[in-house]
């Protein structure tokens, strides 16, 4: 599962390496349509149009490449885009379980885990790739929190803040 896919260099790079299904979620349409195109064929790869969150919701991004957020304001370019609830989207796709996620939503991480955690569906997800950003009210307090209440479920494996950090599920 790929959270912020973007132009999918970490999808492919896993692809590679991996024969598995992989989710791309990217709510930005001139980004899926690279997407469409880079993966066009490969049939483990699904393009999702949408971004993940917590709920269901329509939001506003700002549009700066790779630092396209809905906490930025992109220079005044900015769009309407399509959030799906975690838990909606588990039950879309019938997953039960998923062994890998990238998490690089600029500043949509936090709210995510948060939910995660909340709802127990973290215990679903085995390995977490994130790189949090300092993109919102709270931003060192709330990957704190964050990481204290993963402990419980997740072994930190690295952690380089506000880069990225890696976590496995105790047990998988």
Known sequence: MDIGGYTGEWTAGVALKYDARFFVFEPVPAFVKR?????????RIDILDYGVGAS??????GLSGDASSVFRDG???????NI??????????ALDRVGLVMLNAEGAE????????????????DRLLVQFHRVV???EERRAAIQQR?????????????AWEYWSRRGA
Do not use: V, W
């Not at 997407?35 to 064929?41: M, Q, S, V």
């Not at 220079?75 to 885009?81: H, L, N, R, V």
């Not at 993963?150 to 506000?162: E, N, R, V």
């Open 110 to 125: 936090f709210e995510l885990l948060e939910c995660l955690l909340d709802t127990g569906l973290i215990n679903r997800f």
């Open 137 to 139: 009210d709270q931003a």
């Open 75 to 81: 220079g005044g370019q900015s769009m309407e885009i």
């Open 84 to 93: 799906r609830g975690i838990e909606r989207i588990m039950n879309d796709l």
């Open 150 to 162: 993963m402990a419980a479920t997740h072994l930190k494996i690295y952690d380089f803040p506000f």
């Open 35 to 43: 997407l469409g195109e880079r993966f066009a064929g490969d049939r």
């Open 56 to 61: 269901d919701q329509r939001l506003r991004i």
